[in-house]
């Protein structure tokens, strides 16, 4: 047997496995909802379905949430409206961003692919929040296809579009991306260290792409709004669950926040008690300028924890916080022990693309409050470095194993 042979054999089953561990997941939970948002992603689904548009429970445009991901349960619900469809669904855009998850790894290390679906496959986190009916598989998709596409190393202008484009249907899924558009402007811009007039326009291309894909529904909401609202509201009530005088580092959405902000007043549309809410988060920060920085370093920190407090507390467990610390906490260890031999392996342009948005993200999620679930896409991709490290490392201790000990010595 060849070594591509064995390494193609691995590397189906290990797609395979991945699959089926999705699956029984999915069966498992069944048409089970869990939480709220899942609960309003559904119900935006439904409403897309059967009336042609997003509207709210009276009828009205819905202007709380973004159009993407329940566009795509809309998509399940046409074959069988029922959650257990949206969740095989997710097993199937699980198992196609794990193929380009290894299309990533394949860059950073040639074989490393093989090892892609078999750590996908133990990140209990991911397969969990493939039962869900939460964006965040899809997330894992576009962000890893936006990042094969924005790392190649010959950027032409077809895959700045091919990746704007990616890009846009990722920020009407998962808005807070939008946030992290300017870092992907800034990379693409600067591919070589230095300014040139080809890159920039590579960096145009891709954020006229992207917006290419926003505007529509830009109009739409201004259209049925009067207003300028880029993909939903949702920013300011964001901002004051993360700033407020009883927000915690880890606390969310458990405390009641809105009762803490005397802007907010019945008879509000969504539209205005976002804007209230956001301007008593800017209230509260710029008169508790020290106390809110202090928050925000402890939310940058708390990024990186492998525990939530939840607001429905029957979902926690510890034996579900101890498997997450027992696998999250290795990755991570992994990832930043790969950025300790940069001298001896520098990083590959895909690599660094991937820890800059890695590590990005942490300070742009603490600016609102910071959940493992928005980590997801992150770590899926943190994914690709690891399994390449992790061969790289097989492979030399295999080459020192076989070789005569003066010559491994050499090595």
Known sequence: MTV??????????GFALLFIAALTIDFRSGDSIHYVDESEYQQSARTLLH??????????????????????????????ERPLAGKIENGFLLLAAAMILAAIARRIQLRSYVLVPYVVTGCPLILYANSLLYPQILGCLLLSISVL????????????????????VLCLAIPSFILLSPIIAAFVAFRHYQIRWINIRLSLIAMFATLLVILPW??????????????????GKNLLIGNSPITTANSGRTVDVIAQCERVHPGMNDYEADTAMGKCAIDW?????????????????????????????????????????????????????????????????????????????????????????FRIPFDFLLIAVVAA???SCWTKHATRAFLPPNKASLG
């Open 4 to 13: 591509w042979t064995r390494n193609h054999m691995l590397r189906q089953s």
């Open 51 to 80: 009336n042609g548009s997003l509207t709210d429970t009276d009828g009205g445009p819905l202007i709380g949430r973004p159009p993407g991901y329940p566009a795509v349960i809309a998509a399940a619900y046409a074959i069988a």
């Open 149 to 168: 596409l924005l790392a190649t190393e010959t950027l032409s202008p077809r895959h700045a579009l091919a990746a704007g484009l990616t890009w846009g």
């Open 218 to 235: 830009t109009i739409r909401n201004y259209v049925d709004f009067h207003k300028l609202i880029l993909v939903s509201t949702n920013g």
């Open 285 to 373: 920060i710029s008169q508790h300028k020290e106390s809110a920085a202090l928050l925000y370093i402890k939310k940058v920190v708390n990024y990186f924890n492998y525990r939530n407090e939840i607001a429905t507390r029957n979902e926690s467990s510890k034996l579900y916080d101890w498997v997450e610390f027992l696998t999250y906490y290795p990755l991570l260890f992994l990832a930043i022990l790969r950025l300790a031999r940069l001298r001896e392996d520098p990083l590959k342009r895909i690599e660094k693309l991937i820890y800059i948005l890695y590590f990005a993200n942490a300070f742009v999620s603490a600016i609102f409050f910071t959940r493992l679930r």
């Open 389 to 391: 490290f992790l061969y």
